[in-house]
């Protein structure tokens, strides 16, 4: 209200002397040496700064009086809410009970002072279980994603990699193990870190070893299964010291059943057992729908020509190009290994060996007597046969042996090899053979791998001498291999079917069996696993949510699990399908039971999605999930004091009782009627209201007390019963009526009325999250406690300005809600939280437009805070509009939502003058920006309206105050926000606001310039 212009002494005085210029300009005021005419002067101005002030409240005073022919009395404060979480003590026990209106102490955000009171609003049992267990599944991905606790996705293969030795001096670091901690995770909406999969590993101990050689898979009926291997949806892999890895070529064939694959590095072994095997899987990239099937799976190869890998007479290494087979002289018994591990390991393979044979001659033209020097140590070799004729030595007969594990056992060619090299005829020679499959690695030489031992069984005349020797000299010898169109079933094979293996082996001879299958998960749904058994309720679980726009409420509905599957389980909600952070409450029901899911034995809450996810654009809009606490329970910052007996000596009207509070929400007010009350009305409250009447007896069964509980009115005038009372908050007193407005206690020889106060500490009980950390008394079995929110809301009591201004709407609108300035001064009135509110008609905030909507957007002082302080007074002002309303209005077309923020970062380049100035000049900037886009309005400060966003002329005009020190030279806004559509990021200039928009400081950037 304003004030009189001039009221000061000074002032008058000032304006006095300014005066007497024009009324008597000889008169010299003096201040300093003030002659008579002065000193009145001053007089009158003293005395007239008194008369100002009175004339000063004389309008407010009648402003006052006004208002108070409404009777209204103060609005209480509002009590801080918060959530707390509990601990309780592991005594071997099922947990504690927390009952309602259990005191709880918070430190005072200043640290000084008295430590602030919280109550429960509703009892809790703390259970002793815990929840250590999370996971969501998602039937459109196939997912199955873990959040908390032990889970892995299934190994691919079974058993071990082989695994390589350490090297000298490298040392295996122990690692420490983590605690698990729940990451935010989108609900029905996360698609990373999926522990499912589908996959179908086929083992082999030789077939797959092939490089640069193709290897043929067929799927006979399985049609389905290569269509997608072709459409790219599944691929195929095979196993390397680095983990799968893609064959380099793939083809299917004209069956398009079967598939040609080639890769150029080599497979790592697994050892199952005792055994050793190459993998090559199929894992699908998308979903698998439906169960895949197949007839069979075969598997071939072959094996282009490749040199022996080693060549040998197991002393000596042989040149691999180029070898004498039999070194130069013939001997009984002489032995040549020829090697080649990968071509000797394909059981049923023909196996071809080509080479070129030359026969080369050596003559020995030795004496008697060197002969016998040279074999003097040599033992049981026959004696050589001197003639003086030369004859010629060749190999007559020879053995192809292999190694099965026991000994040398011969190997069946394709034709009797034995006497090959009878003949001595120069050529190409080729043998070929069906690979055993009980052949096995042999240590020769410096070289192990499987090989094959040629050792000469008769050689005639190889003693004798003068002889010429026939030897053969092997060139260009190459080995390869083929199934020649024979297909063979894998050694192994196994499915991965979400996150279980089934072992298929057996069923490879059938005349079908699934070769790929998708999850058995059949909705989306979130897993909660409590490692121990809650038997005892109520039951809490908080959801913190995290502050989002425009959330989709999620349906859902909650199951848990019995020794019989899953079962309905009734909830309340609080999160209001998850579209704010709060609290789920439940009875454990008798039957719950634990169960095994994904190899984990937990007692399991589901909570599942009524309907799955169609619109893909809308995922952005699911609720994030920033945790997830057990035994959590809502709180306020309400003092209950003990029941206070009031006495009267007489009974007048317009009693005053001070109840010895401050802050005072509300009180519980019981009025001995005794002597006052009929028969008809105890009988009458008894059968309809039995929780407002309370008779007490005395020893001798006689009434001693009948307490009927009075209710709080505003005014006396438009009380809505004749047993009331009104409570002055500003001065902490209870009033009663005259008498005859409405009723007063009567009772003189015993207790007139007992009254339960509630008192809050306003805006003292907004404290910082974890400052709520102890029980007031002693609480058995708690063993640690904690907000992990912020508190929200607390304000403190209506002041005598606001109650005036209030008064005046009412007079304005006659207590009814029909403009929108009546509807917005309601809302501003209902909590000293809420900063500003603009009304939408006709629109709502999601874009959906139906002329009988009315969206009201409202501001919260406390918005950077996030949307608990608003989610807080939500649901309640909601109430309060429509039981005030006047039009006919239905619920669902009554919207109370936050504004869109839009968030406004400036990047500004600034030339200094001063380079010293520039960290100075950066900071003072960034200030000036935060303080000019807040929309909030406080004392130097007037904020944004609802619906307006400053221009960039606006912002420019706001950075010129530091031109004194620094010039903007350029400037570029980003404006950010989310809204119905999804997140949007645009230039200031090509904003298009809408009535729910308010600015907020963003990210700023200050370029220095210096020239």
């Given amino acids: 209200m304003d004030k009189f212009k001039g009221h000061t002494a000074e002032e008058i005085e000032n304006r006095i002397i300014e005066l007497s210029h024009s009324y008597t300009p000889e008169w010299h005021y003096d201040k300093e040496n003030p002659d008579i005419g002065a000193a009145i002067a001053r007089i009158f101005a003293s005395q007239m700064e008194d008369n100002v002030g009175i004339l000063d409240d004389v309008l407010e005073r009648y402003h006052a009086e006004f208002v108070n022919f409404l009777d209204l009395t103060l609005k209480p404060a509002k009590p801080a809410s918060s959530i707390v979480v509990f601990n309780s003590i592991d005594n071997g026990g099922d947990g504690t009970e927390v009952v309602r209106g259990t005191k709880l102490l918070a430190m005072s955000d200043g640290g000084e002072g008295q430590d602030i009171v919280f109550e429960t609003t509703r009892n809790l049992f703390v259970t002793n279980s815990r929840l250590d267990l999370i996971f969501m599944v998602d039937y459109e991905d196939g997912s199955v994603i873990p959040l908390l606790g032990q889970m892995a996705p299934i190994e691919i293969y079974e058993g071990e990699l082989k695994a390589d030795p350490l090297e000298e001096g490298e040392i295996e670091e122990d690692v420490m193990p983590v605690e698990p901690v729940l990451q935010p995770f989108t609900l029905f909406g996360e698609k990373e870190g999926s522990i499912s999969r589908s996959v179908l590993s086929l083992y082999h101990s030789s077939l797959f070893d092939a490089q640069d050689d193709p290897i043929f898979i067929r799927f006979s009926g399985g049609e389905k299964l290569c269509s997608l291997i072709s459409e790219g949806k599944v691929v195929f892999k095979y196993l390397t010291k680095d983990g799968g890895r893609e064959f380099d070529e793939v083809a299917l064939l004209d069956d398009k059943v079967t598939f040609r694959l080639v890769k150029k590095n080599e497979c790592e072994k697994v050892e199952v057992g005792d055994k050793e095997f190459s993998l090559v899987y199929l894992e699908a990239l998308v979903p698998i729908r439906e169960i895949l099937k197949a007839n069979s799976i075969g598997i071939s190869s072959s094996g282009a020509e490749l040199e022996p890998e080693f060549v040998t007479d197991g002393n000596l290494e042989y040149n691999k190009k180029s070898f004498d087979m039999f070194t130069d002289t013939i001997a009984i018994y002489n032995e040549c290994f020829i090697g080649h591990d990968r071509y000797f390991n394909k059981p049923g393979a023909k196996v071809n060996i080509s080479f070129d044979v030359s026969f080369l001659e050596k003559e020995l033209y030795v004496t008697a007597k060197q002969e016998e020097e040279e074999l003097s140590i040599i033992k049981r070799k026959p004696k050589a046969v001197w003639t003086d004729k030369v004859v010629d030595s060749v190999i007559n007969e020879i053995s192809f042996e292999y190694y099965n594990g026991l000994g040398w056992k011969k190997l069946s060619c394709d034709y009797d090899v034995s006497t090959i090299f009878e003949q001595c005829k120069d050529g190409k020679y080729e043998i070929s053979f069906t690979c055993p499959d009980d052949w096995e690695p042999v240590e020769v030489g410096a070289y192990s791998g499987r090989c094959i031992k040629l050792q000469i069984l008769k050689a005639d005349n190889c003693y004798l001498r003068p002889a010429i020797h026939h030897y053969p000299q092997v060139k260009n010898m190459l080995m390869s291999f083929t199934y020649e169109g024979k297909y063979v079933n894998p050694d192994k094979a196994e499915m991965i079917c979400g996150t279980k293996k089934v072992d298929i082996t057996g069923n490879l001879d059938e005349e079908e069996f699934e070769v790929m299958a998708g999850s058995d998960y059949t909705g989306d749904a979130l897993y909660l696993g409590f490692y121990r058994a809650m038997k005892a309720g109520p039951i809490s679980l908080f959801f913190d949510l995290e502050d989002a726009f425009g959330l989709t409420g999620i349906k859902c509905r909650y199951e848990y699990s019995t020794i019989d599957g899953f079962k309905p389980l009734r909830v309340l909600d609080f999160t209001d399908d998850f579209t704010r952070p709060g609290i789920i409450r439940f009875i454990p029901p008798s039957d719950m039971h634990e169960m095994i899911i994904e190899g984990q034995k937990r007692y399991y809450i589901r909570i599942v999605r009524n309907e799955r996810q169609t619109d893909p654009d809308r995922l952005m809009f699911m609720p994030k999930i920033r945790n997830i606490m057990l035994n959590a329970i809502s709180v306020e910052n309400i003092y209950t004091s003990d029941a206070k007996e009031f006495f009267i000596d007489e009974s007048i009207p317009d009693m005053h009782f001070s109840l010895g509070a401050g802050n005072i929400l509300d009180a519980e007010v019981w009025v001995n009627e005794k002597g006052d009350i009929s028969k008809q009305e105890i009988d009458f409250l008894l059968n309809n209201s039995p929780d407002r009447i309370r008779i007490d007896y005395n020893f001798v069964g006689d009434v001693a007390a009948v307490y009927v509980r009075w209710q709080e009115t505003e005014n006396f005038e ?204 950066q900071n003072q900037i960034k200030a000036v920006l935060s303080e000019y886009l807040n929309p909030v309005t406080y004392i130097s400060h007037a904020g944004w309206n609802i619906g307006t966003i400053p221009k960039k002329s606006q912002i420019l005009m706001r950075l010129n105050i530091l031109k004194s020190k620094a010039i903007v030279k350029r400037i570029a806004i980003i404006c950010k926000y989310t809204d119905y559509m999804g997140e949007k990021e645009v230039d200031l200039t090509k904003l298009e606001v809408t009535p729910f928009m308010i600015c907020r400081s963003g990210d700023h950037a200050i370029n220095i310039i210096y020239d």
């Avoid at 939408?840 to 437009?849: F, H, S």
């Avoid at 501001?859 to 309303?885: P, V």
């Avoid at 006047?886 to 500004?908: G, L, Q, R, W």
């Fill in 718 to 921: 438009r009380a809505i019963s004749d047993r009331c009372y009104v409570i002055d908050r500003l001065l902490g007193e209870i009033i009663f009526s005259d008498g005859i407005k409405c009723r007063i206690p009567r009772v003189t020889d015993d207790i007139a009325f007992v009254a339960v106060v509630r008192c809050t500490n306003g805006t003292e009980g907004n404290v910082e999250a974890f400052r709520i950390n102890d029980l007031m008394g002693q609480g058995v079995f708690i063993d640690s406690l904690t907000n992990p929110v912020k508190a929200y809301g607390g304000c403190a009591m209506e002041t005598i300005q606001k109650a005036l201004k209030r008064g005046a709407g009412i007079i304005h609108s006659r207590n009814r809600l029909v403009s929108i300035g009546d509807y917005e001064n309601i809302i501003l009135n209902y909590s000293d939280s809420i900063d500003k509110v603009s009304t939408v008609v006709g629109e709502t905030i999601d874009g959906k437009k139906n002329p009988a909507d009315i969206t009201f957007v409202v501001l919260m002082k406390d918005f950077m805070n996030g949307s608990f302080s608003f989610h807080n007074i939500e649901r309640q002002l909601k109430m309060h509009l429509l039981n005030n309303c006047e039009m006919v209005v239905k619920e669902d077309n009554v919207h109370i939502v936050e504004p869109t923020f839009v968030d406004i970062s400036v990047n500004a380049w600034v030339e200094v003058t001063n380079i010293d100035d520039s960290f100075e000049i």
